[in-house]
């Protein structure tokens, strides 16, 4: 089989611009402005909807139906197509503006302060910067629901976050929840709170306006004092900062302090418990005994009183030196014995005798 070369192939395009121009040169005006209307509305009868939107086809400026992604068909001139992003997420920006996103995004130099600039509970002024990403949920109520929700050109508007009646609810909410709340919540520990409140609160509003919009997540950027107070503002951040530090340092010193003193003092306290405790029973106990004794001395108090001396002579004696003993009938001095010193000698010598070999 031979194989052609390109060049050698069929040229269609060739062939259809001298058929039409053969054509032409014969056709009427009339029927070539026929021809040419019929092109146009051939042209305009068929449009394209992308993956991530949907069409909202209006006749006579009246919705009539909502396509789905692929090549429509519509009746020209009657019909107009409006495309809508329902599966794009879309950005507003509030108190700056980015001129280019990308690696480094660059922003505006314009000051924002009319959107910024907001008025806390202890009527102190923060400069509040934030981000809203948001979807159209239902492409029927973000168009036709509410006026100028979009302004003029709405998708444009909405890439840009250019739109009054949305960036009015924002700016609402925002203000209505930073003015119940201090300066030092909005600046410091209250921005997550806030961020909640906030997209709570803007989606029961957008819901309620049915404005068909979904609110994804909402960031605050930066959150500062004004420019002219921020020394003032650092100073004051700094001292707040010492004094936390200091009250740290004392109430580590008192968790040092006090419990140990607190121990200390239960401790003395248990010993004074204990101590009064005893000398009671000791009371009590020798009280019960000076009354057993009593009772018995007044049953027998011969016995009771030769047994009583019996007692204390037994523990005084052992305490005494030398003893000497002498009998009540004795007539005159008899020799003495020393038996202490003799015993002691006789102990002596019976160690010496085993000491030796």
Request: with cysteine.
């Amino acid at each position: 089989m031979d194989i052609q070369r390109p060049d050698q192939l069929f040229d269609i395009n060739k062939l259809m611009n001298k058929l039409f121009a053969f054509q032409f040169k014969k056709m009427p005006a009339s029927k070539l402005l026929l021809a040419f209307v019929v092109l146009i509305l051939l042209y305009g009868s068929f449009y394209q909807i992308e993956a991530e939107e949907v069409g909202i086809v209006l006749r006579f400026g009246k919705y009539v139906r909502k396509t789905e992604p692929g090549l429509r068909l519509q009746f020209p001139l009657i019909e107009r197509v409006t495309r809508v992003p329902v599966q794009r997420q879309l950005k507003g920006e509030f108190g700056f503006r980015s001129d280019e996103v990308g690696i480094r995004t660059s922003y505006s130099q314009q000051s924002f302060e009319d959107e910024s600039s907001m008025l806390s509970g202890d009527l102190n002024v923060a400069m509040v910067e934030w981000i809203v990403q948001y979807r159209i949920a239902d492409p029927y109520n973000y168009l036709f629901k509410v006026r100028n929700l979009t302004a003029e050109h709405p998708l444009a508007d909405l890439e840009r976050g250019q739109t009054p009646t949305f960036r009015d609810m924002n700016e609402a909410v925002m203000r209505a929840v930073i003015g119940d709340r201090t300066i030092t919540e909005v600046l410091t520990i209250g921005r997550q709170e806030i961020e909640t409140t906030v997209q709570v609160q803007l989606q029961e509003l957008c819901d309620q306006y049915e404005t068909g919009i979904a609110i994804d997540q909402l960031v605050l950027q930066d959150v500062n004092p004004p420019d002219p107070v921020k020394p003032s503002w650092d100073e004051v951040n700094q001292a707040q900062q010492q004094r936390d530090r200091l009250i740290n340092e004392a109430k580590a010193e008192y968790n040092q302090v006090i419990p140990r003193a607190k121990g200390e003092a239960e401790q003395t306290i248990l010993q004074a418990e204990g101590y009064s405790l005893n000398r009671v029973n000791s009371a009590q106990g020798e009280a019960s005994r000076f009354k057993q004794l009593y009772e018995e001395y007044r049953r027998a108090p011969q016995v009771t009183r030769q047994r009583m001396y019996l007692e204390t002579m037994q523990k005084i004696l052992p305490r005494l030196g030398g003893k000497l003993f002498l009998d009540n009938d004795a007539q005159g001095v008899m020799p003495l014995l020393p038996m202490e010193s003799l015993q002691g000698i006789l102990a002596g010598g019976e160690s010496r005798r085993e000491v030796q070999p």
